[in-house]
């Protein structure tokens, strides 16, 4: 009985050493090795990148990197360190850009500053007759206190882009920007541009309603600043209905917010800066609202929630209207552009643009080598335009945006310009479906930008993965969780497929002919015609 009693015990204690062995031991020295294969001595003729099976790794030995602005080595990871901070202090974060002239600069500083104290002196005019007909008519005014800013966050921004992005990578006016339309005081709200185009009207037998339809509204900051105000529309964990066509989707403020992020982790820097914000929509919209056309548009519902339409939506359908609780409704603060008057930009379709009806389709539907025509047009068939509509492609996939009709450029920068990455809310809408049409230009065209590419691989390592440097960088919004992890995951998971679609072109091409290095010049000049086709 005895022998049977310790061999039990023995057998017992050897299950949990080897329990404890292959569960707990095992993983941390797979893992320290892991870490010391992946070392870094912040020599670039040192730096691997995950090699994906029948995918050729570009080396980095002809690419430069700058030292951070505290003088530290460019990449030198720390035990414990956050994956966002390591991200951007890896090299192909830290790439040299061509050193700029007044040409590669948007605006120069006398130029805004003259645009700014000319808003600054219609404003004053307009509130002076405002107020004029508000004390005739009895009205009671709510008066804020305006101040001059020439080191406005928001003019720093403006004062930043450049012909290669919006914002450079170390631009702390960017973080100075999104503090402040987290937290300044509004003293204006008003119909965006496209909505009071409309003039009330609004066709209720189209298929895809006008911009002007979709509930957006513009507010003034106390220094001038400029936001687009996205409401909310779903709960975070709504998914799309199954039902619902791309056009008809919902505009989604936490979308706005997350492509932010994501277009920053990316390294595009292509969309205007986000936050979020919980708006009081009586204090903060309607009682600082100047057009009787909006304040005419907000009510009390049965529940004494404030809420109101989109401005052509008493002609359409009710249901669309957006409500606080009571007062408080959570939304998406956009950072504008320049105005059109000084910093002019180009509407362009997109050449893979969908059919926004019911039944039809477009041709690059239909047809699998619709790239190989597009190559031959201008301005497609020179330069960087091809390979900034693919990188749109990536980041729309990501998202899962199917709506993307048109690219705008600023004309200044012509076509080797980037592309911005406007209107982002209808991403985001369903985690569960990868809708792989929308990477149609990258597997048409069998062609990404090195530096593209390299960025997505090191996204798909474990130490900087996708979803989880997401996760971190948008902790830092207000409405955090902005995404559910759900969409977090999926963001793995299409990375992986961007990957694989790569991985097949370049096994029936080559390297050569996949992977292009950046900044291309142009081959050829475009004629008068060329142009005049294109625009």
């Not at 005019?125 to 966050?153: C, G, L």
């Not at 009709?405 to 200044?412: L, N, R, S």
């Not at 992986?496 to 081959?523: A, H, M, N, S, Y």
């Amino acid at each position: 009985m005895m022998r049977r009693d310790r061999f039990l015990l023995v057998a017992t204690l050897t299950a949990v050493f080897s329990a404890d062995l292959y569960f707990i031991l095992l993983p941390k020295l797979q893992s320290m090795r892991q870490t010391w294969g992946h070392s870094c001595t912040c020599d670039s003729n040192n730096l691997s990148l995950p090699r994906l099976e029948g995918l050729a790794t570009p080396q980095l030995s002809n690419w430069t990197y700058v030292p951070l602005l505290d003088g530290t080595a460019a990449y030198e990871p720390a035990e414990g360190d956050a994956k966002l901070e390591k991200l951007f202090a890896h090299p192909l974060y830290n790439i040299q850009t061509p050193v700029l002239g007044p040409e590669g600069r948007l605006l120069q500083t006398e130029q805004l500053i003259e645009y700014y104290r000319k808003k600054v002196s219609r404003w004053e005019r307009h509130m002076k007759f405002y107020n004029e007909a508000a004390a005739v008519a009895n009205i009671t005014v709510t008066k804020h206190e305006m101040i001059y800013d020439p080191d406005a966050s928001w003019l720093k921004f403006h004062l930043g882009i450049n012909r290669f992005a919006l914002y450079s990578r170390d631009d702390l006016s960017i973080v100075q920007l999104l503090k402040d339309m987290q937290n300044m005081t509004i003293v204006s709200a008003d119909y965006t541009q496209d909505e009071k185009a409309l003039k009330g009207a609004c066709d209720c037998t189209q298929v895809v309603k006008p911009s002007g339809h979709h509930l957006k509204l513009a507010l003034k900051m106390r220094n001038f600043a400029k936001v687009m105000f996205k409401p909310m529309r779903q709960q975070r964990d709504e998914e799309t209905p199954e039902d619902f066509f791309y056009f008809v989707d919902f505009q989604r403020h936490n979308a706005e917010i997350a492509a932010f992020h994501l277009d920053r982790i990316l390294d595009f820097r292509r969309v205007p800066p986000v936050a979020g914000r919980r708006v009081n929509i009586t204090g903060e919209v309607l009682q600082v609202a100047h057009s009787e056309d909006l304040r005419a548009v907000f009510f009390t519902s049965p529940a004494n929630n404030t809420c109101f339409f989109a401005k052509c939506l008493y002609v359409c359908k009710t249901e669309y209207a957006v409500c606080g609780s009571p007062d408080l409704l959570e939304g998406s603060l956009s950072a504008y552009l320049p105005g059109l008057s000084i910093a002019p930009r180009l509407s362009i379709p997109n050449p893979w643009t969908r059919s926004y009806t019911f039944a039809g389709r477009e041709e690059w539907e239909v047809n699998p080598f619709y790239c190989d025509t597009i190559k031959q047009l201008y301005p497609y068939n020179s330069g960087n335009r091809l390979l900034n509509i693919i990188d749109m492609s990536i980041f729309d996939f990501l998202i899962g945006n199917m709506d993307r009709h048109h690219y705008e450029i600023f004309t200044k920068f012509g076509d080797e310009g980037f592309l911005l990455h406007l209107d982002n809310a209808r991403g985001f809408g369903k985690h569960t479906r990868d809708e792989m049409s929308i990477l149609a230009p990258l597997s048409q065209c069998c062609m990404i930008k090195r530096s593209t590419l390299l960025r997505l691989q090191l996204l798909a390592q474990s130490e900087f993965r996708l979803s989880d440097v997401m996760r971190e960088s948008l902790k830092g919004d207000p409405l955090w969780p902005v995404l559910t992890e759900p969409h977090l995951l999926a963001l793995d998971r299409r990375l992986q497929k961007v990957l694989r679609v790569v991985q097949r072109c370049i096994r029936r091409l080559g390297d050569d002919e996949v992977i292009t290095k950046d900044f291309i010049k142009p081959t050829a000049r475009p004629t008068a015609t060329e142009m005049k086709k294109v625009r």
